[in-house]
């Protein structure tokens, strides 16, 4: 019998889904009849940078537009002033008129927590941290470690981290969920990321690494039935892709194998549409312009879309 890989998870963003049809969406990423795990998100930052603004109510008519499609939706949020982004998520709340997860930011004290504790929140998202230039790690894990402390005394709390894309962050914290831009990221510059579960890591390689037979990734790509080659082809960035989506997947599984599952939060905004045993959930982020890639990576790495460029696995 063949392993069961999970649901494809992804997050989607209403400012880059706003016209497609979402539908359609679910039904490319249903994997063996198991339809994918989706997380909504507003897209207000992409949005604020392209001159347009994110309301309530068009982020409210898109979530009423699919109302059985996501397990939960992100609020609208006020990025530096935890006033203002707890004024926006109740009047987000109140707009839309459904409970949303609320995010607090990077340097926002504890007690932010203990706000949206006590106005009943289970889930809570964690905002900021993907600002790299900004933030080292080290400074990153300073913050982090008192909020896991805080859930620790809180045991009904789950939280989700909002663009963590570093496996080592993912796998030192117990996040409940996670979304990440990093399956994808570096496909444009001909970087593949490669989960290696021997080692416990996950390490980008570029084309010369895997095109060259280095020894190591090309084994991990072999293992997984994928000839090496194919980064070298005219569809190397759909492979790139491909191969990302399926390591963040693995890596998945990897630790939900070591800390065990992690139970779902009892929380009025989670709907869980597909039971495969919760946290940790590492969502795909995407936009609508490299959807193709989530899909293409259903298509070759578990259904053999791409066959010629398969080879056999021993």
Known sequence: MAEFRGPVRALTSFWYYRDIDMAGIVSMLTEDGVPPTLVAD???FSAYTAGADVTPALYGAWLDQWPDLFDYAITLDVI?????????HLECQQAIGRQLVPVVHYGEPVETLERYYALGHRLIALGGLALRDMYSEGKRLRWLIPVFRWVEQHPDVRIHGLGIGAFKQM???PWWSVDATSWASGTAYGLTAIFDPERGEMKRYNRADAVSHKERPARLLRQRGVDPSVLAGSYVRAWSGA???DSYRRAERWIKQRRGPISPPDDPAVTIRVDDGT???IHLATWSGDIGQLVGATDALSRGGMEKRWIPVS
């Not at 530096?80 to 926006?88: F, Q, T």
């Open 42 to 44: 507003s897209g207000a």
């Open 80 to 88: 530096n002033d935890p006033d203002a982004s707890m004024r926006s």
């Open 171 to 173: 796998w030192k914290l």
């Open 243 to 245: 191969v990302g989506a």
């Open 279 to 281: 946290g940790l959930r």
